[in-house]
């Protein structure tokens, strides 16, 4: 179903055509005449405009190039009389996508038309989502007795329309818990959008939330969507939302009660159609304590909490856990005949796991890549270049290791991976840009 705008001087095929779309499910507005429909889309966003060529004042044509100005990814039906059909197509070379010749036939032909070309927006909005698809990712419980009431309360309150708030240590599996929650859905069809909240600048994060119309500010080319048009009839997932500056939870607030935002130097209000799952280590009750955090936007977000327990307290998912990760990491890296043997699934088993499953997946990267044969040891399981592996007995435990230990080594190798590009370093450690700063600081790595 689509935001559709009708713009025609004649009352009576502006009604008809109300009338036979609105039937169809489709949320309608009506204009008759160019300037009203100019205000219009100034006001909100339209998925199709559907508009006479000729009209008194503006022309339909002048019309739709100034309403793709607006908005780039309007899609356009024109109208057009018996003998104009020339201009017709000269608006289908400007990218409008189809034309109707008047009279027009019956309600099925403009019905038909109409959800071609609403289907066409939904196709290309796809491909601009098409970036954000990751790898597959793995199951979020095998079976441990700790996650069933987590999975079904998760499973309970996916049916409802209901807010997430996701908790956690970092790496215990937020972002698949919410992928969950949205396969489980209704809006299962829909598009999961995610961003993390940590990751960019607080600017940088505007901008891809609400996207930007061009001008808006420098280097603003064109116009662009946010992931909140993104991610319409789907599911939007915010991590770390803990690290959002004050400025942002007054906006997202506002998005939260309102259901609509504009872009960067827009005055269009778009609605917006999601569900809303938000994510965090931290604890966001002692933050409004304190007053970093809005506490009306907690309890916005706030609706139905789950807490995710680490994976220290989850030994049945352990194993099968670190094979499905195994397996992923030998694809990328091209050993897909890895696999993991006895001394090292012991030592899996062993090992507290801190850093929940980004600890167990960067170990298992390292260890396929010192990896010389098919199978991965427990020695390979250890930190490079502090210890050698080779002058470590296999049997080691991995438990002896801190967890200081294990992280300052995958921080320094991250940085080494990178050429000392910190951003992508973080990026490749799946922590904010922010946190990496504090851990530098903090292990005293310059």
């Known amino acids: ?14 009604d008809f055509m109300v009338e036979v779309l609105e039937t169809a499910g489709h949320q309608l507005t009506a ?51 018996h003998g104009s059909v020339d201009v017709a197509v000269r608006a ?42 990751e790898l597959e990712q793995p199951a979020l419980s095998y079976g441990d007795p700790s ?12 049916a409802t329309p209901a807010t997430v708030l996701l908790l956690g240590e970092s790496g215990t599996g937020k972002e698949l818990a919410a992928r969950a929650v949205h396969q489980w859905s209704e809006r299962a069809a829909g598009p ?9 600048s ?26 909140l048009e993104l991610a319409a009839g789907g599911t939007f997932f ?24 504009e872009r960067i130097g827009g005055g269009r209000t778009i609605p917006v159609d999601v569900r809303f799952i938000a994510a965090t280590n931290k604890s966001l009750e002692a933050m409004v304590a304190t007053g970093a955090f809005r506490e009306d936007l907690y309890h916005r977000i706030a609706v139905f909490p789950v807490e995710l327990p680490p994976l220290r307290e989850r030994r049945e998912d352990l194993l099968p856990l670190a094979r499905h990760l195994l397996a992923r990491v030998g694809a990328e890296l091209g050993k897909r005949e890895l696999e993991l ?28 890549i010192v990896c010389e044969g098919t199978q991965i040891l427990a020695e390979h399981l250890l930190p490079v270049g502090r210890r050698s592996p080779s002058a470590q007995p296999a049997s080691r435990p991995v438990e002896n290791q801190t967890l200081d230990d294990l992280e300052r080594t995958a921080i320094e190798q991250a940085l080494v991976a990178v050429q000392g590009n910190r951003r992508l370093a973080a990026e490749r450690l799946g922590i904010g840009l922010r946190t990496l700063y504090e851990k530098l600081k903090r292990y005293g790595i310059g």
Request: aromatic share 4%.
């Open 1 to 14: 179903m689509g935001r559709i705008l009708i713009v025609d001087d004649e009352d009576g095929i502006r």
């Open 31 to 81: 204009a008759p005449d160019g300037e009203s429909a100019l205000r219009e889309l100034g006001r909100t966003s339209f998925d199709l405009m559907i508009t006479d060529l000729k009209m008194p004042g503006m022309s339909g044509l002048t019309l739709f190039e100034r309403a793709r100005t607006l908005d780039p990814n309007l899609e356009v039906i024109v109208l057009t009389a």
């Open 92 to 133: 289908m070379k400007l990218g409008a996508f189809d034309f109707l010749q008047k009279p027009i036939s019956g309600p099925e032909q403009l019905r038909l038309l109409a959800a071609r070309a609403l289907e066409r927006r939904t196709l290309l909005a796809m491909q601009e989502r098409a970036s954000l698809t």
């Open 147 to 158: 996650m069933t009431p987590v999975v079904e309360a998760l499973k309970k309150v996916a």
């Open 192 to 200: 999961f959008v995610a961003i993390n909240c940590a990751a960019l």
């Open 202 to 227: 607080e600017h940088l994060l505007e901008s891809e939330l609400f996207g930007h119309e061009k001008g808006a500010f420098t280097g603003a080319s064109g116009q662009r969507r946010g992931r």
């Open 238 to 261: 915010l991590d770390e939302i803990g690290e959002l500056k004050p400025e942002l939870q007054a906006k997202l607030l506002r998005v939260l009660q309102e259901r609509s935002f």
């Open 341 to 368: 043997g006895a001394d090292a699934e012991a030592a899996i088993l062993a090992a507290e796991w801190r850093g929940n499953v980004r600890e167990l997946l960067n170990a298992l990267e390292r260890a396929a």
